[in-house]
Structures are given as C-alpha cells and as structure tokens.
C-alpha cells in the first residue's frame, strides 16, 4: 500500500497482486524506507514519517 500512498500505481498493483514480490519486494522497501532512501513518484525523498 505505501507505493500506492506515494503515488507509484504501476508499482503498487504489481506489489498487491504478487504478494510483494513473495515478501522480498516488501522488505526491500521496508529497509529503504527505514534507511531514509525512498522517495515518491515525482522523485522527492521521503523523509518524515
């Protein structure tokens, strides 16, 4: 849900039909959000949660 939060539809539909990538997509995304290194579909960093 958080790609389709931060505006990465393709990404996310992707996400929800395969079960986040069989968990590995999700906590790839997980990690990247903890470490500070995600960002949103208009390539803005994350940074406040």
């Known amino acids: ?5 931060t505006g990465k539809i393709f990404t996310g539909i992707l996400q929800l039909i395969t079960f986040g990538g069989l968990v590995v997509w999700q906590l790839v995304d997980v990690i990247r959000i903890l470490l500070g290194m995600y960002s ?3 390539g803005r960093d994350i940074t406040e949660w």
């Open 1 to 5: 849900m958080h790609r389709l939060y």
């Open 40 to 42: 949103d579909a208009q």
